[in-house]
């Protein structure tokens, strides 16, 4: 590995909308330490992990459009069927559902599983019961978009957590997006759902660990079953 390659991976790029909490955390560490120095030490420690959450690495995205790519980092918290946010206008009919949740340690950062139009975003108040629970989907704020990708309509929904109170979207509708593009950021601690269309079959299980951008979740035009895992 080059000194390049070593220097990359060793210092990750922090998005900008985490200087402010970063600089937050900093500030009040020092104001801490005064009165009591093992609080600045604490507070120093908070401010690193402030820095990691908001990490934003470079990522290497597989471009075919017969791939669905993992829209965040976490863990593979369901695969199956399951009815799309009644605000996106897409029916009562289920779609095959893949969902990864996303801890406080995870990259934040949201990103584009397929490429397309984006036709629609939508926002809806809700709760913030913990992101892992399925009835999360329905209940927890979040914040929709459709991709029309090349094989149809694409939900992807980003949804709040327990801790998260806070969900960014960049995305402009109508607008094109590429797979692997930004489009989006929860904090702190959330999940995100993808619907696809038929014709899409599954490349991920339950408590896999997915990579947001590179990890592929699902493809079409494949009639070979669904891979199997073994947890060794």
């Known amino acids: ?3 390049t390659d070593t220097i990359r991976k060793t210092f990750v790029p922090i998005h900008r909308e985490g200087y402010p909490f970063i600089a937050g955390f900093a500030v009040a560490s020092l104001v801490l330490g005064l009165i009591w120095e093992p609080l600045f030490w604490i507070g120093m420690l908070l401010t690193a992990w402030c820095a990691y959450f908001f ?10 459009d017969r791939l669905v790519i993992a829209p965040a980092d976490g ?7 399951a009815t799309p946010p009644a605000e996106l206008g897409l029916g009562a009919g ?9 801890d406080v340690f995870s990259c934040h950062i949201n990103r584009a599983p397929v490429r397309g139009r984006i036709s629609l ?5 809700g709760r913030f019961l913990n992101a892992d629970l399925d009835k999360a989907s329905s209940e927890n704020e979040r914040n929709s978009l459709v991709i029309e990708s ?5 939900p992807v929904v980003q949804i709040a957590g327990l801790v998260a109170r806070r969900i960014l979207c960049w995305a402009e509708a109508p607008g094109e ?7 989006g950021l929860i904090r702190f601690g959330s999940r995100v759902d993808v619907y696809l269309p038929q014709g899409a079959r599954p490349r991920v299980a339950v408590g896999q660990t997915a990579i947001g951008g590179e990890t592929v979740i699902a493809e079409f035009g494949s009639e070979e079953a669904p891979t199997l895992v073994r947890v060794s």
């Open 1 to 3: 590995m080059s000194l």
């Open 55 to 64: 990490r934003d690495p470079l990522r290497v995205t597989p471009v075919d």
């Open 75 to 81: 863990s593979v918290s369901s695969v199956g069927p």
């Open 94 to 102: 289920e779609m095959m559902r893949i969902s990864i949740f996303m």
């Open 121 to 125: 975003i939508e926002h809806r108040p």
């Open 150 to 154: 090349p094989h149809g309509p694409v």
């Open 177 to 183: 997006i590429a797979v692997g593009e930004r489009f």
